[in-house]
C-alpha cells in the first residue's frame, strides 16, 4: 500500500514554469510505476505522463510533450512533473496516481493523491 501526496502547484503566468511534487509513503514505492493525470473542470481525467519503477522509462501525451518531464528520485520516494511553457489550457487539478502496470489509462492506477491546483493565466 501507498498513500500519495502532491505539492507545488499554484498560480503562473503563461510561459511560466511549476514543479510539481509527490510524496509518498510506505516502503514500496520503488515497486510502483508512477503517473501523473490531470482533471480540469468540466473535463474527464486525462494522462499527462508516466514513468517506470526504476526512472529509466518514460511517456508522455503529445499536449505536454517537450514541455513537461517526469521524473523520480527513488530514495526520497517521491515522484516529480517539472512543468515549463506552461498555456492556459495546463490550467487542471493535478494528480499522481501509482499503478503495478505502466500504462496511460487512469482506470489501471490503484492509488491516488487528492491532486494539486495548477492555474495558469493568459
Known amino acids: 500500500q501507498v498513500q500519495l501526496v502532491e505539492s507545488g502547484g499554484g498560480l503562473v503566468q503563461a510561459g511560466g514554469s511549476l514543479r510539481l511534487s509527490c510524496a509518498a509513503s510506505g516502503r514500496t514505492f520503488s515497486t510502483y510505476n508512477m503517473g501523473w493525470f490531470r482533471q480540469a473542470p468540466g473535463k474527464e481525467r486525462e494522462f499527462v505522463a508516466a514513468?517506470?519503477?526504476?526512472?529509466?522509462?518514460?511517456d508522455y501525451a503529445d499536449a505536454v510533450k517537450g514541455r513537461f518531464t517526469i521524473s523520480r528520485d527513488n530514495a526520497k520516494n517521491t515522484v516529480y512533473l517539472q512543468m515549463t511553457s506552461l498555456k492556459p489550457g495546463d490550467t487542471a487539478v493535478y494528480y499522481c496516481?501509482?499503478?503495478?502496470?505502466?500504462?496511460?489509462?487512469?482506470?489501471?492506477?490503484?492509488?491516488w493523491g487528492q491532486g494539486t491546483q495548477v492555474t495558469v493565466s493568459s
Open positions: 496516481a501509482g499503478n503495478l502496470l505502466f500504462s496511460r489509462e487512469k482506470d489501471r492506477y490503484n492509488h
Open positions: 514513468i517506470t519503477r526504476s526512472g529509466a522509462g518514460t
